[in-house]
């Protein structure tokens, strides 16, 4: 094996381990942004995890490079204790904690939004719901569908970007769908059993036509931008929806090696389909941390709110005791899916 060829399985992996340590110092730098403009005391900002390999002091923080690229943290005087010290986290009022808490994920969402934008522009044209063509022998264009409906729902899921339409059609686990499309200003519902198609042992609808796109403007990139960022965010919750009703078991998860994988995948694919993963992952990131789950931003979000209704601090001890339980099953979670991944790259 030459250099080369070496080269060229090691740079997708190498992007892809960047972009996830690059997610987490735009999530920990939303929290040290945030802490500075509450003046609260932030001890230490580091990139990656174990042992520092750079280090050095500044006004009040310490800045550390650490050795393995998988992490980082900012940590906050008097963040996961009470504190009397001066510029104390836990001395501010709970409008400028819970400000801190969020600033993260909202960092995250906000980079999503940058790639999606980026996504946008890398393409030729702007994409719409309206169907331009089909293929040889459509199985669609059988059951009625026609060049020009414009895609309104598929089974009962709102359609609005040509990321809906990928969505609803990955949902069916049959390749019978309900579609309703609006044909010369009138809605028609079509019932249209798609041929389907496996990939990586689940089955789904083989799409055969394609979308209409238009030409780019200003105001289209914009709104396609805000469009595809609302439709990547719905995924993961129509994903979050779909474990919990058991459609999908936790073996069917990935974990950071899976992530990798993927990532490293898109890479050598097409710079569109890198950012369309990319963007995912960190609107992923970004809301996974706001949901209320012990350990997450989102559950010490939750506790603040609690604070500013009831007027009284939930007990440091038991706070603590909350947060370690959810960190110990998130680790154990984290641990299962980890094996998981490794499972299926072999």
């Known amino acids: 094996m030459n250099l080369s060829s070496v080269w060229s399985t090691v ?3 190498l992007i892809a381990i960047l972009f996830f340590e690059f997610i987490v110092i735009i999530h920990e730098g939303g929290h040290f942004v945030a802490a500075k403009l509450m003046k ?44 009397d010290k001066e510029g104390s986290f836990s001395s501010k009022r709970v409008g400028a904690r819970a400000f801190v808490v969020v ?37 669609s264009s059988s059951y009625g569908l026609q060049a020009g409906d414009e895609i309104k729902a598929i089974d009962g899921m709102r359609v609005y970007t040509p990321t809906d339409v990928n969505t609803g059609f ?62 990547y965010a719905r995924m993961v919750f129509l994903s979050v929806h779909d474990i919990l009703v058991g459609k999908y078991g936790l073996s069917d998860l990935s974990g950071p090696v899976g992530a ?9 694919t097409s710079i569109s389909s890198m950012l369309r993963i990319m963007a995912l992952l960190t609107i992923n990131v970004g809301l996974f941390n706001l949901f209320p789950i012990p350990a997450l931003d989102g559950w010490r979000f939750f506790v603040l709110l609690a604070e500013a209704v009831i007027k009284k601090k939930l007990p440091a001890k038991c706070e603590y005791i909350i947060n370690a339980v959810g960190l110990a099953l998130l680790l154990l979670l984290m641990f299962f899916v980890t094996f998981s991944d490794i499972k299926r790259l072999f």
Request: glycine share 10%; net charge negative; with cysteine.
């Open 11 to 13: 740079y997708p992996i």
């Open 40 to 83: 609260i005391k932030v001890n230490e900002f580091a990139i990656g995890m174990g042992p520092k390999i750079l280090s050095f002091k500044g006004k009040e923080t310490r800045y550390s490079l650490r050795l393995f690229p998988i992490g980082g943290f900012c940590a906050m005087e008097g963040e996961d204790e009470e504190s």
């Open 103 to 139: 600033a993260g994920a909202i960092m995250n969402l906000l980079l999503g939004v940058v790639i999606v934008l980026c996504m946008v522009c890398n393409q030729n044209l702007v994409g719409t719901t309206t169907v331009a063509k089909f293929a040889d022998d459509a199985v």
């Open 170 to 231: 990955s949902r069916s686990s049959d390749g019978n769908v309900e579609m309703i499309v609006n044909r010369d200003g009138k809605d028609v519902t079509l019932n249209i059993s798609f041929d389907m198609e496996e990939y990586e042992g689940h089955q789904y609808i083989k799409m055969d036509f394609w979308l209409l796109g238009k030409e780019k403007t200003f105001t289209n990139v914009l709104s396609s931008t805000a469009g595809n960022f609302v439709s």
């Open 260 to 268: 990798v994988s993927v990532v490293s995948d898109a890479v050598k």
